[in-house]
Each structure stands twice: as structure tokens, then as C-alpha cells.
């Protein structure tokens, strides 16, 4: 596999941004990986190879499930690694936070980015927003294969939502199941 060093150090960061939103222990995934690499012929060069293939696939799929990395906290070496971050966007972002809305968060970094970017970027830096309380313009940031209009519109039309299946079965009608998991990572029910 021929990686970039930023698309692996990209990678690792998620890995441990993943492990981090799990509850923050990465003692037990690194013991994973040394009793799978001393366990079988592997090297445990090879599992991280592999896991960063993994991660590579994921950071390529369509509908990405991978925990959103937040803005407000991410360090300049992470906000670097992501693809379609310029050395301006980091210096911006850096100086702006702390950022409440993800409209705030396109009013820093999003000016002279196209639809592409803007949602490259958006698919992995978020500010999730409360499905109850938010703002149409932050729902109609969330890259989606519904228009952001549409998507922003399916998302008020059933307030208040009560649970996290509320929304799971509303999004359901709209777009594939891979999609409303991947949607669930933009939005929260406080």
C-alpha cells in the first residue's frame, strides 16, 4: 500500500480520535495489536498497516461512521492532516475557537471552498447540532445525498425528536441505512 505520510498520520489521528470517543483507553487496542502480531506470523508492522488501510477505506466510503473530529479541540498537527485544510483554515480555525454552531465553524474556514471540500471536510470536522434546537443553516451544512434544503426540511419536520431512534426511523424514508448511520454523527438530542 502506498500511503502519503499525511493520509497515514491522518489515519492514526482518527484511529485515536475512534479510541478516544470510546471511552479514551488505548491500552487494550494496543494489546490487541501486539497479541495479534506476536500471536500470528504477522509483524506488528503489518497490523498497522492493516488497520491503517482500514482506516483509509473508511475515510474513502461514501457514508462514513467514524466518530467526527471536533473543532474545537482537534490539535494544528490534526487540523493539518485533514485533506482539504489549508495552512490559512488551521491558522483561522485555531484563532476562532471556541466555535458553538457548525455555521459559525463555515464562516471561519469555509470561504473559497468548493461543494467538494466543503463536504471532504465536513464528512470528518463537525459541530454536531441538536436536533430539537438547531438552525436550518447549520442542518443544511451537513453533507448528505438529500439537498441541504431537503435535508434541513426532513430534520424540523419532526421535532421534537424524543430519542436517537426517532430520528434513525424518520431519516429512514429518506436515505439508505448506511446513510442515516452516518448522518447520526452530526446531531445530538439534548
Known amino acids: 500500500m502506498n500511503f ?28 490487541d495489536a501486539a497479541d495479534a502480531a506476536s500471536s500470528n506470523t504477522d509483524t506488528l508492522a503489518q497490523v498497522v498497516e ?18 467526527l473530529i471536533d473543532p474545537n479541540t482537534v490539535d494544528a498537527t490534526a487540523l493539518a492532516a485533514i485533506p482539504g485544510m489549508s495552512a490559512d483554515a488551521v491558522q483561522a480555525l485555531l484563532a476562532a475557537r471556541p466555535l458553538q454552531t457548525p455555521s459559525e465553524l463555515d464562516a471561519v474556514i469555509g470561504s473559497g471552498l468548493t461543494d467538494e471540500q466543503r463536504s471532504a471536510i465536513y464528512k470528518v470536522l463537525f459541530i454536531p447540532v441538536d436536533l430539537n434546537n438547531g438552525d436550518l443553516s447549520d442542518y443544511e451544512l451537513i453533507p448528505s445525498s438529500l439537498s441541504p434544503g431537503k435535508l434541513a426540511h426532513e430534520f424540523e419536520e419532526y421535532r421534537p425528536y424524543e430519542t436517537m431512534e426517532d430520528f434513525t426511523r424518520e431519516m429512514s424514508k429518506y436515505v439508505s441505512d448506511e446513510e442515516v448511520a452516518y448522518l447520526t454523527r452530526f446531531v445530538t438530542i439534548d
Not at 10 to 25: I, P
Not at 52 to 63: D, G, Q, V
Open 4 to 31: 502519503s505520510h499525511r493520509s497515514i498520520h491522518f489515519a492514526l489521528l482518527l484511529m485515536l480520535n475512534s479510541l478516544a470517543a470510546c471511552g479514551g483507553d488505548t491500552k487494550p487496542a494496543a494489546q
Open 50 to 67: 492493516d488497520a491503517i488501510a482500514e482506516e483509509a477505506a473508511e475515510l474513502a466510503s461514501e457514508w462514513p461512521t467514524a466518530p
